[in-house]
């Protein structure tokens, strides 16, 4: 079972951050062995929401207002714990953070940069492609849109 937290940025104390960070650079640096800095001035004005099993971080998504990343809310660095995969908490954690992200903004449209081998992922989850695929970090991303 998960203990789900949603917090703002400032909401945050520093072990949540340390394990957040720790998460997201295990998995986008480490793992998809991508050098570029995480740390991209969007979390401060972003809500967070993440997931313990057994006092351990196993999943995280951050979630932004309109305005910053795309003119629609957007959800971003979705990342489950290698550890941790192939049990349907990225499914659980994306549908909390749909869930999530529609209610904290009172949207209907949601838009997201897809790595592009979570298409058929993020597809099922009622996301469609709205771009081209584009490189970013060298990995091929698409746009797509939740609404």
């Known amino acids: 079972m998960i203990n789900w937290k949603f917090k703002h940025f400032n909401e945050l104390d520093n072990n ?3 394990e957040i960070l720790t998460l ?3 998995v986008f640096v480490v793992e998809q ?3 570029y800095l995480d740390t991209d001035d969007k979390d401060q004005k972003s809500w967070h929401l993440y997931g313990y099993i057994d006092h351990k ?3 995280y998504s951050r ?8 003119e629609e809310a957007s959800i971003g660095r979705v990342v489950t714990d290698p550890e941790y995969r192939n ?6 954690l994306m549908k909390l953070a749909i869930e999530k992200t529609k209610s ?3 949207v209907s ?5 897809a790595q592009c081998y979570l298409l058929k992922f993020y597809t099922e989850l009622g996301f469609t492609t709205s771009s081209d695929e584009y490189l970013e970090d060298d990995i091929p991303h698409v746009e797509m849109i939740f609404s």
């Open 16 to 18: 949540e951050l340390y």
């Open 24 to 26: 997201r650079s295990k």
């Open 33 to 35: 062995n991508c050098i």
């Open 57 to 59: 971080l196993i999943a």
């Open 63 to 70: 979630i932004l207002p309109p305005g910053i990343s795309y």
């Open 87 to 92: 049990n349907g908490y990225g499914i659980d």
């Open 104 to 106: 904290q903004f009172n």
């Open 109 to 113: 449209q949601i838009k997201i940069s």
